[in-house]
């Protein structure tokens, strides 16, 4: 059994990919888990149908909706903190000629 997340695979069941994990590019280069992957469905494994699904294609509300619609939303550039400093990124120009 895999348990994944952040772009790594990682077992469950004690195996030894359990310690460091597989990335997906590399799970799926291996050729033994791409066999495993075009394996059939065991019977005994039912699938939900769709129309039985309860969150996908189902609305979901946002709890900072209102205050994102209204403008009251504080966004990171909105904080200003006491003696704060300002800092500004400069570049130079980039030739449009390529």
């Known amino acids: 059994m ?6 790594v695979a990682r077992s469950i069941s004690g195996s030894p990919a359990a310690k460091g994990g597989v ?11 791409t066999k ?5 469905i065991p019977p005994d ?3 939900t149908p769709v129309r039985e699904w309860k969150a996908l294609g189902t609305p979901a509300s946002r709890p900072n909706g209102r ?4 403008g009251e939303h504080k966004y990171p550039s ?5 003696g704060m ?7 130079a120009p980039t030739s449009a000629r390529n």
């Open 2 to 7: 895999l348990r994944c997340g952040t772009g």
């Open 23 to 33: 990335s997906y590019k590399d799970f799926a280069r291996n050729a033994d888990a």
């Open 36 to 40: 495993t992957l075009e394996q059939a």
């Open 45 to 47: 494994v039912s699938l």
């Open 67 to 70: 205050e994102i619609v209204t």
């Open 78 to 82: 909105d904080v200003m903190r006491p």
């Open 85 to 91: 400093l300002y800092g500004k990124v400069l570049r």
